[in-house]
């Protein structure tokens, strides 16, 4: 069973810094690309960054110079990297995957973070 848990959300002031990270089981995480999801309340969840098996990172250009996404092949983890976060930065961030060969996603449960004096 793939399972994708988010852990270090939370309530940050505006200019300030977090990163979430996210531990996988159930796949051979180096051979998955990964990338971070974001939802703001009434919005799309939009995607965030990527990180391909083989090291290559996207952003969306909103996040680009504040976010970086990373991952731990030995621990079988991605994380998102966030500095000089803003109020508009305040939505549910998800981790997801995709299985290289069926193309089936896989979701986390989701994690608040909230960006507010």
């Known amino acids: 069973q793939v399972q994708l848990v988010e852990s270090g959300g939370g309530l940050v002031q505006p200019g300030g810094s977090l990163r979430l990270s996210c531990a996988t089981n159930g796949i051979i995480f180096s051979l998955y690309d990964m990338a971070w999801y974001r939802q703001a309340p009434g919005k799309q969840r939009e995607l965030v960054a990527t990180?391909?098996?083989?090291?290559?990172?996207k952003y969306a250009d909103s996040v680009k110079g504040r976010f970086t996404i990373s991952r731990d092949n030995a621990k079988n983890t991605v994380y998102l990297q966030m500095i000089s976060l803003k109020p508009e930065d305040t939505a549910v961030y998800y981790c997801n995957t995709q299985a290289p060969l069926s193309g089936r996603a896989y979701w986390g449960q989701g994690i608040q973070v909230t960006v507010s004096s």
């Open positions: 990180l391909t098996r083989q090291g290559t990172s």
